[in-house]
């Protein structure tokens, strides 16, 4: 006879096998970002490596030599040089209306420069779901080609470990909620016991614990969303 706790249990198992699967892409996966779209690999052929999106069209990054990439996007080549030295990597970006930034590695973070050497800074603003082009704004931020054209910037996204804390919090939860012995063990650990002689738990408390332990599987479910 199935209880409600093998129909919990079982059921906590097939989701989380289910979710395992389905997210391992997700969290293993390395990708990049051109604003608001995300990018990650989807072939390769020689020299070429293309990107795709579910929300833009697809990015190809062209390998010259071992110094020279090539971004295509949208039609448009964008060229990158490798003016790296020991310690200091250092990138410069040519767009194709003929401007060059360059873009230096602060401890992973890629800052860009004009041809003055001013920092570019890039604000972005939206209306409708649309990013709305500044005066003087290139098409993309010289810094995130860089990170398009260079899988060593190429990151993981999420963070799994919320969705271990997710089940075990579901499953703390379900046990403050239906056993009365995890209840009972519960309050033997709780330092307020100490407080009273000889002390017992009250209906009240059992109350308490099954109202807790519904909170926190609900509270679960917004843990394991911020995995993503």
């Keep these: 006879m199935k209880t409600p706790s093998s129909i919990f249990f079982v059921s906590v198992l097939l989701v989380s096998i289910l979710t395992g699967v389905l997210s391992k892409p997700y969290f293993t996966d390395r990708v990049f970002y051109l604003y608001e779209d ?32 090539t971004l295509i996007i949208d039609g448009q ?9 020991p310690y ?18 602060n401890n ?18 939206y209306a409708n779901g649309e990013r709305i082009k500044q005066e003087g704004e290139e098409a993309f931020p010289p810094s995130a080609l860089v990170s398009a054209a260079y899988p060593d910037y190429h990151v993981k996204r999420g963070i799994p470990g919320f969705l271990f804390l997710a089940l075990g919090l579901l499953i703390f939860g379900w046990c403050s909620f239906r056993y009365q012995a995890f209840q009972d063990l519960m309050f ?13 738990p009250s ?18 479910i917004f843990v394991a969303f911020k995995a993503y």
């Excluded at 890629?110 to 001013?118: A, E, H, P, R, V």
């Excluded at 709780?190 to 017992?200: A, D, G, T």
């Design 88 to 105: 200091s990597t250092k990138f410069y970006v040519t767009y194709p209306n003929g401007h060059v930034y360059s873009v230096e590695d």
């Design 203 to 220: 209906d009240f408390y059992y109350f308490m614990s099954k109202v807790g332990g519904i909170i926190v599987m609900i509270g679960s």
């Design 38 to 69: 995300t990018y990650k690999f989807a072939s390769e052929q020689d020299r070429l490596v293309t990107y795709h999106s579910s929300t833009a069209g697809p990015v190809q990054v062209r390998t010259d030599d071992e110094k020279h990439r």
């Design 188 to 200: 033997r650990l709780s330092p307020q016991r100490l407080m009273y002689e000889n002390p017992e």
């Design 77 to 85: 080549s964008y060229a990158i040089a490798d003016k790296s030295v």
């Design 108 to 125: 992973g973070l890629l800052l860009s420069y004009d041809d003055k050497g001013n920092i570019v800074m890039t604000i972005q603003m």
